[in-house]
């Protein structure tokens, strides 16, 4: 998109964005009103259920000959690819304005969405399903009632086109300056040499042109992950069956513990992806792909610099742990680094040198009862 439409959509989101799913424990019951609500342009059905007989929803929408397959939520703990879908339901239903964009994306596409594969991990706000499975590491062993509905789902429908929803840790950055990654991206790869296919080299440029997109609103905020082949992911194997996957991660950025940037961003991510399949999905832009910044694992929430450590100079790097208590989120501190971290950055930024420690566990006694 343009400067002028990404404008538009800025200046109009926070009127037409979906109410309420505010939250970051997002559950199944949190979206049943929006389901129950939406228009006659968007087909709901019941898919299947979850080990825990939990409804899986799939909403299609569009008129188009391009397949589009997206899911949200295959991690449970991870809904702000949800939120951004429901923003992108709601921009399609309640805001008027960028008509010409809407019909170019519902003339040439059908999507086929479905938000929140993993309900039981949702309400319980874990990764894992209900019996404890990674679904993202579960694509050829199918053991999880969710894995074998998704893949169901992509036989019937033969996508062109996938997008796997998730949130990254606040741990990964951007190179060189060590930014908060509040947006990253994956062109999974096929085998271990990473072969750029020409599956990939798609793929690689509907990624190509969301960054554009997105660089316009989060400058140097925006990573690449590690294309490194991993046998049982779920992108990696939609990928080498033919279906180009494009993997985001929703991330964070300076404060916002609830993620209503990179809910913007996956909303945005996602309207730009579709436009580019959409009108210029001929265009190869895949180069473009590898200027994209590499992911790095240097940001943390809080650092304390210059702390003693038995008789030592350090530093402390907390980052906060997420976990439900009495059924409320609640972000715990916890000591994930006791290094130098001269190259990290973080959204607190403390000194500590007149801290002085006997031994890493009182660090970690001292950082639970100041940061908590
Ligand atoms: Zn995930």
Known sequence: MNEKEVHIIIDNYEAFRAENLDERHLTL???????????????LSKIGQSFEGRDINKIVFGNGPVRILLWTQMHGNESTGTRGLFDLFSFFEKFDGLRTLKDQILDRCTIHSIPILNPDGALAYTRVNA?????????????APESRILQ???QQIKPDYC??????????????????????????????????????KKTMSVISSINKTLQQIM????GRYTDEFYPTATGDNFQKMGFNTILIEAGHSKGDYLRKESRLGTFLALLEGLRF?????????????????????KYLDIIVRNIGLQGNQTDIGILFIEKLKEGKLVFEPSVNQLKNLADFNA?????????EFNDEKDVEIWAKNTFN
């Not at 300056?177 to 790869?189: E, I, Q, R, V």
């Not at 400058?219 to 925006?222: K, L, T, V």
């Open 163 to 200: 997008f796997n929803l998730h949130d990254q840790r606040t741990i990964f950055s951007v190179a060189p300056d060590n930014n908060t990654a509040t947006m990253s991206f994956l062109a999974p790869s096929v085998d271990v040499q990473r072969s750029i296919t020409k599956g990939r």
């Open 152 to 154: 169901d789902i992509l």
């Open 29 to 43: 019951e949190d979206v049943k009103p929006y389901l129950s609500s939406l228009s006659r342009d968007f087909n």
């Open 131 to 143: 019996q404890g499975i990674d679904l993202n590491r579960d694509v050829i062993d199918k053991k």
């Open 219 to 222: 400058p140097g905020r925006i």
């Open 347 to 355: 959204d607190k930024i403390l000194e500590g040198k007149d801290l």
């Open 277 to 297: 399949i959409s009108v210029e999905s001929g265009s190869d832009q895949h180069q473009d792909y590898f200027n994209i910044p590499n992911n790095e694992k």
